[in-house]
């Protein structure tokens, strides 16, 4: 593991890491794996994001370059494999067959592209009521629902840092088996939904401007307003060694 902004971040090569998550998926024990960026790791030192739901999860695999090349800066050494790759990869992987793989956050539509596109893969759809909130009865229902399902992996899709609370939630409501990815739009970009950035600006640390470009009103807030407050943190927990 590598310690970065208070988080211990898996080591490891891709192969590797999608072998963990398909040996947590086929062990013993629940298990849940989060995948943060520049955002969610600003709302975790800020405090809008429950320390424990993060620092809990078993797996924290860093799904930002940004991050990457701050830890750099340190001579610390990040492995970067977002969440859109690793559920791409598990779903084409060998590795996972026989696996079940439950699906939480897209509707049936989603589901049912995925599925066709995936035909060898076995598929279940957990419904996720729109406008999900923490501590409601639906919010109550859905956790028992997915606690209760048969999965070995859950894909849980719905928006951060509501599915790393179901995920940790998941745990109190007596899940004991598998595994569950906080992977957020995954399915979405699997699907055609979204558009992913092409390589050219995955490859140059950017794909935060193509999301800006072509999600402008939604995403200025993150990138712009919000998200250089990383660089305030980063000198204070890592160059500083405040907090």
């Not at 390589?199 to 950017?206: E, G, H, I, M, T």
């Not at 402008?216 to 405040?242: D, K, N, S, T």
Request: hydrophobic share 45%; with cysteine; charged share 25%.
């Amino acid at each position: 593991m590598t310690r970065f902004m208070t988080l211990d971040f898996a080591d490891g090569d891709r192969p590797a890491l999608l072998a963990r998550v398909v040996g947590m998926a086929r062990a013993e024990g629940y298990a849940w794996v989060v995948t943060p960026n520049v955002d969610h790791v600003i709302k975790l030192m800020d405090g809008r994001v429950e320390a424990d739901v993060y620092r809990d999860a078993d797996l924290k695999v860093c799904d930002s370059r940004i991050l990457a090349h701050l830890a750099r800066l340190r001579g610390k050494a990040l492995a970067v494999y977002p969440g859109s790759d690793l559920t791409a990869d598990l779903l084409a992987s060998p590795a996972s067959d026989g696996l079940i793989i439950g699906v939480f956050g897209p509707d049936r539509a989603a589901f049912d592209d995925l599925a066709a596109r995936h035909p060898r893969r076995r598929l279940t759809f957990i419904d996720a009521p729109m406008g999900l909130t923490p501590g409601t009865g639906a919010w109550i229902t859905a956790v028992d629902t997915a606690a209760r399902a048969d999965w070995d992996v859950l894909l849980a899709c719905i928006s951060f840092p509501k599915q790393e609370r179901f995920a940790y939630a998941l745990r109190a409501a007596g899940r004991e088996r598998g595994v569950a990815l906080c992977v957020g739009a995954s399915v979405d970009f699997l699907t055609g939904r979204q558009q992913r950035a092409p390589r050219l600006y995955q490859q140059l640390s950017l794909e935060w401007l193509h999301r800006l470009m072509t999600q402008p009103r939604r995403m200025f807030r993150r990138y712009v307003i919000e998200g250089p407050a990383i660089f305030g943190w980063f000198i204070r927990h890592e160059v500083l060694g405040q907090g």
